[in-house]
């Protein structure tokens, strides 16, 4: 069992990270059935108020402990699993790593595609949904080494919200841009990420794809669908009108895509708990769409099993209750010599079939830029 921790400071200015190693847990929390979820949480809370680490993931399926309307799927693995650690270790001798030649199966042909979305937009026009998030997974057999396999994915994406867990049964690999919330004392902030575009050949033609990204009606108005779902759902914790947006339509490069995200703040109430805070939020906006119960029904007909830690939560909780989580897209999980990765968009009323699909395929380039294959289901 090993954990690593590469978090950007998400009040910094991308310069400072939390970069700390953890080897075997001297505890390990584990909760396998929705029942199980919030006393892990309270437990994590607990020891990390008692100068504990604790470091670990929810999968997306874990929603249902916090609201049984959350349609999920049954899936395989633990609903939410934390190492307790006394201290963390020295970060690993750097080290390059080797990015596999990996072939990965869609699980999703083209035209399952095109139905689905004709499907969803069915649902908008009927007034059911604003916005749908929309995914699919991609297979393939690996026998590599596992944390070697991350170190690539991390070296390719630098920045963000990086984390390895290896549980002994499942290895997550995550390099995700995405910041769920960071929690310490009164102050709780959420970055949604909304809206993606390619990045360009020239320099020109890179700011030109920003300056669109930024722009666009489509992209605008999926991101500030799910800023007003984050800021309704951090209401329910927060002091009153705390709640603020100071950043809006904010666009980050990364290596292979241009993303938008938004800033949501709150203060929180006296006595909320990290239970309150996944009880509010989990799971993110941003990877189900909105309304959220009726988007996760749809998402649970649609999608023909469960995502797992994909879209769930992955974080770190230090001595004092700091609690910082990613939202785990951008991920790899590995089972034995089995990987997984999913991949999705938000679909709102004026998405187009060939641009989701296009945008489904520059969001797939982090797992090897130029040297990852994927076959389309039949």
């Not at 841009?177 to 960071?182: A, I, Q, R, T, W």
């Not at 309704?232 to 666009?251: K, W």
């Not at 006595?271 to 909105?290: M, Y």
Request: aromatic share 8%.
């Amino acid at each position: 069992m090993q954990t690593l921790i590469d978090f950007a400071d998400p009040r910094g200015d991308g310069a400072t990270r939390l970069r700390v190693a953890f080897g075997v847990p001297s505890r390990v929390l584990v909760a396998r059935t929705p029942e199980e979820v919030k006393p892990v949480l309270a437990a994590v809370e607990a020891l990390s108020r008692e100068g504990r680490w604790c470091a670990g993931y929810l999968r997306y399926e874990a929603a249902a402990a916090f609201d049984p309307a959350f349609a999920v799927h049954a899936g395989e693995g633990p609903l939410a699993w934390f190492g307790v650690h006394d201290t963390p270790l020295p970060w690993p001798v750097e080290e390059a790593g080797h990015a596999p030649a990996v072939d990965w199966q869609a699980g999703l042909s083209r035209a399952g595609f095109d139905r689905n979305m004709k499907a969803i937009h069915r649902a908008i026009a009927n007034g059911e949904l604003y916005q749908l998030n929309y995914t699919a997974p991609l297979r393939a057999e690996y026998r590599g080494d596992a944390r070697d396999w991350f170190i690539a994915l991390q070296e390719a994406q630098p920045k963000g919200y990086a984390a390895f867990i290896d549980t002994g049964d499942e290895q997550v690999l995550s390099v995700s841009p995405e910041l769920f919330f960071d929690w310490q004392g009164e102050r709780i902030l959420a970055r949604p990420m909304k809206g993606t575009a390619p990045r360009g050949a020239t320099a020109a033609e890179d700011e030109a794809m920003a300056l669109r990204l930024r722009t666009l009606p489509k992209e605008r108005a999926e991101n500030v669908m799910i800023v007003d779902l984050i800021r309704n759902d951090l209401s329910r914790i927060a002091q009153p009108f705390s709640v603020r947006v100071p950043r809006l339509f904010h666009t980050e490069a990364l290596p292979t895509v241009w993303q938008m995200t938004s800033d949501v703040e709150a203060k929180v109430r006296d006595g909320v708990s990290l239970v309150d805070v996944f009880s509010a939020l989990f799971p993110c906006g941003s990877i189900t769409g909105a309304p959220k119960v009726g988007a996760m029904r749809m998402i649970r007909d649609l999608e023909p099993e469960a995502r797992g830690v994909y879209c769930g939560a992955v974080g770190v909780v230090r001595p004092g209750g700091h609690a910082t989580f990613n939202v785990p897209i951008r991920t790899v999980t590995l089972r034995g010599t089995r990987a997984r990765c999913g991949i999705g968009s938000g679909i709102t009323a004026d998405a187009q079939a060939d641009a989701e699909w296009d945008e489904w395929r520059h969001k797939r380039a982090f797992l090897g830029q130029g040297r990852t294959h994927v076959s389309s289901a039949p």
